[in-house]
């Protein structure tokens, strides 16, 4: 199946026919009034946007148009499951390769011809950057300044030529001048690391817009030398079309936009803060610069954005659509893999649960470590093992596991110092971290615990804390002070002791809200510095953690702050939900 859908104008056309788009004929501000008004659509599910004038600037803005699951089946043709499993059955087939294999999945060797780029004439109009008239959104209160959150960063490797495709965000500091939140984990990072290393500039392009297959495309976590540009066209059925920069790069001639430039060495600036999809800010930091030498556009151009904040945001359905693609491959490649779900609400990088068919005991922890040394799962912060008759999507599911099948004192491995998000600021170092594994499968030997209560407060030294007792398995305590003094106390607490996990929130955290709860808990504490055992016994060098495990997941002070909109922003979207038609 084709994917229907040749650049951005004619998906939202076809987002508009199916009464999934609205187009907002009052004016707009993209200083922060858009990214209130496209949070509450995307909690409430509500319809794609096109903000028809934009304050202070000559184009239109497309938003949320990928922010429910069935605009992603839409904009790929199918479900994006449907797409993991006929590559997962293409790859088995093919090992060896065999000319009945070949008949069989001719379809995809067919669409594996489609995988050059085409090249075409690009875009109508050229001219100087003039980066000031875009409507450039600025997302949240604190944020470092304007950013660009939706852009198809296009480098190509010195050594062989190959390209990328990425989104990493830039701050615009002026007209033609941006920052590059370019990040070493990812295949552009690894491009300017070798022009450093040479001593020369990186030439790069910046796509905005283009049909919504290479959008996503620009998200997968594929292999580092595979083009994403060459695999939209695999996905799509149909070839990439591009056209040729003067910096020697290709770029998407569907595109809205396109910026060409370079990115000079050894030159930083200093980048944000901005709101990531962490729910906080990340911390300014210096980052490299691009300067932008021309811009090639449409003739009316629409400028695309997204908003990445608390749970849930766009960015949800981009990454739950990854993951059920690129899923069927993983279990191809590991065979006792069941399933695999990587948490939203955590901001993905911070919680995945895996379940896995076990032969023989810890089967299930040399797949997480595996797992965990792979691609963008190397990014990952805490893995849950569970057996495959756990629901790996329904995380009260993995909490029964948790309290029927976690012992501490055999299933918690820590890993301290390992590469990390760069968003992550829970270690107080860019890039770098702790991750764990919590084993809660059934083979081998078992503890058993029981709790005695079910408190929706906690006393503590004669002070009543609000608590949820999260399925017998996890105790969550909110406090206005300090995590590490109150769960210490907790934990010495034999009432206490029949939980397998007890974790401190700060008040910002409601108890009773299972999004907001997942995110207060996981994108707040560092595995090293922050998870406490009840006590430790020492075999050798192997410590044996006994009683629960405390987790001292409120806010610190040096972490950044939480995203929060304006009240009189909030206020004034109040006002006008009427004049806007939604």
């Not at 690894?190 to 817009?209: D, I, N, Q, T």
């Not at 990439?240 to 998407?252: E, H, I, K, Y």
């Not at 099948?405 to 600021?425: K, M, S, V, Y």
């Not at 029981?450 to 406090?479: I, K, M, Q, Y």
């Amino acid at each position: 199946m084709t994917a229907p859908f040749s650049d951005l104008g004619s998906f939202l056309a076809h987002l508009e026919a199916q009464k999934d788009l609205v187009r907002v004929r009052a004016e707009v501000d993209p200083r922060l009034e858009m990214t209130e008004i496209a949070t509450r659509l995307v909690k409430a599910g509500g319809p794609a946007v096109v903000f028809e004038r934009a304050t202070g600037s000559p184009y239109p803005v497309a938003i949320n148009f990928m922010a429910t699951a069935r605009r992603l089946e839409w904009a790929l043709g199918r479900a994006p499951a449907q797409i993991g499993e006929e590559l997962a059955a293409a790859a088995e087939d093919f090992a060896p390769p065999t000319v009945s294999a070949l008949w069989r999945h001719r379809g995809l060797v067919a669409r594996a011809l489609k995988m050059r780029p085409q090249r075409v004439v690009g875009p109508a109009v050229v001219e100087l950057p003039r980066l000031d008239t875009w409507p450039v959104l600025t997302c949240w209160p604190e944020d470092g300044g304007r950013f660009v959150t939706l852009p198809l960063v296009i480098t190509k490797s010195p050594s062989n030529g190959r390209q990328n495709l990425g989104m990493y965000r830039l701050q615009v500091y002026d007209e033609r001048t941006t920052g590059m939140h370019i990040q070493i984990e990812r295949g552009g990072g690894a491009h300017y690391a070798e022009y450093e290393s040479r001593g020369e500039s990186m030439p790069v392009a910046v796509a905005l817009g283009g049909d919504p297959v290479t959008i996503l495309a620009s998200v997968l976590p594929l292999p580092e030398n595979m083009d994403e540009l060459s695999f939209a066209g695999f996905l799509r059925n149909q070839r990439t079309r591009v056209f040729s920069l003067s910096n020697g790069l290709q770029a998407p001639a569907n595109a809205e936009f396109v910026l060409e430039g370079h990115v000079p060495i050894h030159e930083r600036r200093l980048e944000g803060p901005f709101g990531d999809h962490f729910g906080h800010y990340s911390h300014a930091a210096p980052f490299p610069v691009f300067y932008v030498s021309k811009v090639h556009r449409r003739q009316n151009p629409i400028y695309p954005a997204t908003v990445v904040g608390k749970p849930p945001q766009e960015d949800k359905f981009l990454g739950n659509a990854v993951q059920e693609m690129l899923l069927p491959l993983l279990k191809v490649m590991r065979p006792e893999l069941v399933d695999l779900w990587a948490y939203f609400e955590a901001g993905f990088h911070n919680l995945a649960v895996a379940s896995v068919r076990q032969r023989y005991p810890k089967e299930a922890v040399k797949t997480a470590l595996g797992l965990m040394g792979q691609g963008q799962m190397s990014l990952t912060k805490c893995v849950v093992l569970v057996d495959p008759s756990v629901n790996v999507r329904k995380f009260g599911d993995v909490l029964d596991a948790l309290r029927t099948h976690f012992n501490p004192a055999e299933d918690w491995i820590l890993l301290p110092g390992t590469p990390q998000d760069t968003l992550d600021f829970t270690s107080f170092k860019m890039n770098l971290g702790s991750k764990m594994i919590l084993d809660a499968t059934s083979l081998g030997p078992q503890n058993q615990p029981t709790t005695s209560a079910r408190p929706s407060r906690v006393e503590v030294d004669g002070v009543e804390f609000p608590a949820r007792n999260w399925r017998d398995a996890l105790l969550v305590v909110r406090t206005s002070g300090p995590g590490r003094p109150l769960i210490e106390k907790i934990l010495r607490n034999p009432a206490f002791s029949g939980y397998n996990l007890i974790a401190a929130v700060s008040e910002d955290v409601p108890l009773d809200d299972d999004e907001l709860l997942l995110w207060g808990l996981f994108t707040r504490f560092d595995c090293a510095r922050d998870v406490v055992p009840a006590s430790v016994k020492m075999n050798g060098a192997w410590p044996a953690y006994l009683g629960p495990l405390g987790v001292d997941a409120t806010w610190k002070s040096g972490y950044p702050k939480p995203l929060v909109m304006k009240e009189d922003i909030v206020h004034r979207v109040n006002r006008r939900w009427k004049e806007y038609g939604l």
